[in-house]
């Protein structure tokens, strides 16, 4: 098993300071972090370079969470990739759950929920 400095976690999320706050955490619990602002850009960052798990907001711009989802399910190299749905919509929490999301975080979220969340979807 790789260690977290080699885990790639990409962050998907329109919201800036809190895709930073994401980046933040990640990184400083030793993952190298890719992150996208829109769902279209978060797809081209998972073919460029295969994530380890994505974690990706539902309501996206150009492209919302669930089509995040099944264009990663549709490629064979993400098809297996970990996802972790988030949202301050917890009525998304069962969709997400249904299409094969690993889990979900509800914003608003701590540092320590995040970690958990990511560290749980780990393969």
């Known amino acids: 098993m790789r260690g977290p400095v080699e885990r790639r976690i990409l962050v998907i ?11 933040r955490t990640l990184a400083g619990a030793g993952y190298a972090v890719v992150t996208a602002s829109d769902g279209r850009e978060g797809v081209a960052a ?7 798990v994505v974690v990706v907001d539902v309501n996206l711009p150009h492209l919302d969470g669930y089509g995040v989802l099944a264009q990663l399910r549709a490629r064979e190299a993400t098809a297996a990739t970990p996802v972790v749905f988030c949202s301050g919509d917890c009525r998304h929490r069962e969709i997400a759950r249904a299409l094969g999301a690993q889990a979900f975080l509800g914003k ?5 929920a995040l970690l958990t969340l990511v560290n749980g979807a780990l393969p």
């Not at 999320?13 to 980046?23: G, I, K, Q, T």
């Not at 608003?108 to 320590?112: A, K």
């Open 13 to 23: 999320d329109d919201e800036a300071p809190l895709r930073e706050y994401m980046a």
């Open 46 to 52: 998972a073919q460029a370079q295969t994530p380890d």
């Open 108 to 112: 608003p979220f701590s540092s320590s």
